[in-house]
């Protein structure tokens, strides 16, 4: 895998069903919507490379959520979004707020994400 798109954004993992003709494409998660993240943060956790990476997707899910009004709509957790945008934002938050635990909890996610 590693392979990138037109758009520029690198596939990580992929698979389809022939017989169903449904097909899955995971991107690295710059620019993934809900699902592919909580699929990568899950396998992070489990894996021992992320293990917080749940809990800081939560935490990042609902704040995004919330940023764009609610997401009561469930066609938002098909969106692409820019999750390092999304985790920045929060990472930068706590820092402004004097909440140095957090600033570090969301930076330490942050770093996770942004490796190559």
């Keep these: 895998m590693g392979e990138k798109t037109e758009a520029g954004d690198t596939v990580v993992g992929a698979w389809g069903n022939a017989i169903s003709g449904t097909s899955t494409t995971v991107y690295k998660p710059q620019n993934c919507n ?10 992070a956790n489990d894996s021992g490379k992320s293990s917080s990476a749940m809990t800081n997707f939560m935490g990042s899910h609902a704040y995004y959520q919330g940023e764009q009004g609610g997401g009561s709509d469930y066609k938002d957790l098909f969106k692409q979004t820019d999750w390092l945008a ?31």
């Design 86 to 116: 999304v985790v920045k934002n929060i990472m930068d938050m706590q820092y402004r707020l004097g909440n140095m635990k957090g600033y570090m909890d969301y930076k330490s996610f942050f770093d996770f994400l942004s490796r190559k």
């Design 34 to 43: 809900s699902f592919d993240m909580y699929a990568y943060c899950c396998y």
